[in-house]
């Protein structure tokens, strides 16, 4: 199964720790600009940023590890819930029943018209 997408954001140059040290100003110059430049491209990114700005970086680091936590379990369920139509024998049973019964009574009404 793949692995799933880093919820900060689709842009694989930011990773969650260069995200939370640009908010602490502790990158380099020329790092901060990549970022802004990127960030100013991508509006979910910017919000991303915007709303860890809100947060505490312990707490935005913690919460970020969470929300993908859940994100994945969610995922799983989903996928798990899922069922291949193949597999539903008699559903394909009715709907090969129901057009018999429709071609039959079309051959009926042509019949005795």
Avoid at 9 to 34: D, F, H, N, T, W
Avoid at 99 to 108: A, D, K, N, R
């Amino acid at each position: 199964m793949k692995k799933p997408e880093n919820i900060i954001g689709k842009v694989p140059e930011i990773s969650e720790e260069e995200m939370l040290a640009y908010l602490q100003g502790s990158l380099p110059r020329e790092r901060q600009r990549q970022i802004e430049e990127l960030i100013s491209e991508d509006a979910p990114e910017a919000d991303a940023l915007e709303g860890l700005k809100l947060l505490q970086s312990s707490e935005a680091l913690r919460s970020t590890r969470l929300l993908q936590q859940k994100l994945h379990t969610e995922l799983l369920k989903d996928r798990k819930r899922t069922r291949s139509i193949s597999s539903d024998y008699w559903n394909w049973i009715a709907v090969i029943v129901i057009l018999l019964l429709i071609i039959v009574g079309y051959v009926v009404v042509r019949i005795a018209s």
